[in-house]
């Protein structure tokens, strides 16, 4: 699975979107972008992934540049509730050595949500 | 409900003593996983299994077994050969195919003292 790159920490203001970016400059045709976060002591909870086009869904959009080197987890309306560390995973569609065999888990980012 | 369980949520050992982490999934998933972490690091894959009767290797297999006898079912032996067992272990699952997300536990933290 390609390597991604995460800032360590953010902080974002209650109420206002909050932009989470990750660059994966190696990723393949075939890798999809997903998107986890971990709140403190439990585990990780998939939010949202995609191949090319932007996607949304109940819990937050991701914004994938046309040459696929870099993405934007965006959480449109931030909660205290989002404060977590923020994890961005690429990984094969196929079962080519990158589907089944396990998540390459960075050190993600720190967002804190402040009041 | 559908979902993956852990147990217990928190586990203390004497230094030497083998333990099982126990991890159970209703999804019908065939892919399942074993993560070790520890503070502010991310996940390290430990081992993983595509179906039953099968596992493989992950990154940091040493000092660690497992066993895939059921499909719903993948436990995790930290063994006293494992120098450092200290750690917050999370199980997930997943279907085979590649292009579908991952679900975890609410893992156990393991204590050995």
């Known amino acids: 699975d390609a390597k991604t790159t995460q800032p360590t920490s953010m902080d974002c203001a209650e109420g206002r979107a909050a932009n989470l970016p990750c660059n994966h400059s190696?990723?393949?045709?075939?890798?999809?972008v997903y998107w986890y976060r971990q709140i403190h002591s439990q585990g990780p909870q998939y939010i949202i992934h995609?191949?090319?086009n932007n996607e949304t869904n109940e819990m937050a959009s991701l914004i994938i540049t046309e040459d696929r080197k870099s993405s934007t987890l965006i959480l449109p309306h931030a909660t205290l509730r989002d404060t977590a560390v923020y994890y961005c995973?690429?990984?094969?569609?196929?079962?080519?050595?990158?589907?089944?065999?396990?998540?390459?888990f960075g050190k993600g980012t720190h967002l804190i949500i402040q009041p | 409900d559908g979902g993956i369980t852990q147990s217990p949520k928190y586990l203390f050992r004497k230094e030497g003593q083998n333990v099982t982490l126990s991890c159970e999934q209703n999804?019908?998933?065939?892919?399942m996983y074993w993560y070790r972490q520890d503070p502010g690091q991310g996940l390290r894959l430990i081992y993983y299994?595509?179906?039953?009767?099968?596992?493989q290797k992950g990154d940091i297999a040493e000092g660690y077994s497992v066993s895939r006898e059921k499909k719903e079912s993948f436990p995790l032996t930290v063994t006293s050969a494992q120098k450092n067992p200290t750690a917050f272990y999370l199980c997930?699952?997943?279907?085979?195919?590649?292009?579908?997300?991952?679900?975890f536990g609410q893992g156990t933290r393991l204590t050995v003292v």
């Open positions: 999804l019908n998933h065939d892919a």
């Open positions: 299994s595509q179906i039953v009767n099968d596992f």
């Open positions: 997930a699952s997943s279907s085979y195919a590649g292009n579908t997300e991952a679900f």
């Open positions: 190696t990723i393949s045709g075939n890798e999809y």
């Open positions: 995609g191949l090319k």
């Open positions: 995973i690429v990984r094969a569609a196929d079962n080519s050595g990158g589907g089944a065999d396990g998540l390459t």
